[in-house]
């Protein structure tokens, strides 16, 4: 089971904890996972064509991942997303 950590603020925003236990091959299956438990994730993660939203990094055992990046089963996937403002 890899370990997937979340953004504090999108962890606040959708009320979960920001360390979730994940199943799957890859950082998809280990998004699917994540997302059949917390649909609302689904939007702030992933754009309407199913892919990583541009303001979204993916990180698997600290190098720059995509959906086929395979995982571990003591891997460590962080989510990262931009942050501006003026």
Known sequence: ???????????????????????????QDA????????????AHILDEAAAIRPHVSVFVDGEQAELTTEVGATSEIRL??????G
């Not at 089971?1 to 950082?27: H, I």
């Open 1 to 27: 089971m890899s370990t997937l950590r979340l953004p504090r603020l999108l962890s606040d925003t959708v009320r979960v904890e920001p360390v979730q236990d994940v199943n799957g091959a890859t950082v």
């Open 31 to 42: 998004l699917d996972d994540l997302l059949t438990r917390v649909p609302g994730l689904r």
């Open 80 to 85: 990262l997303q931009a942050v501006s403002g």
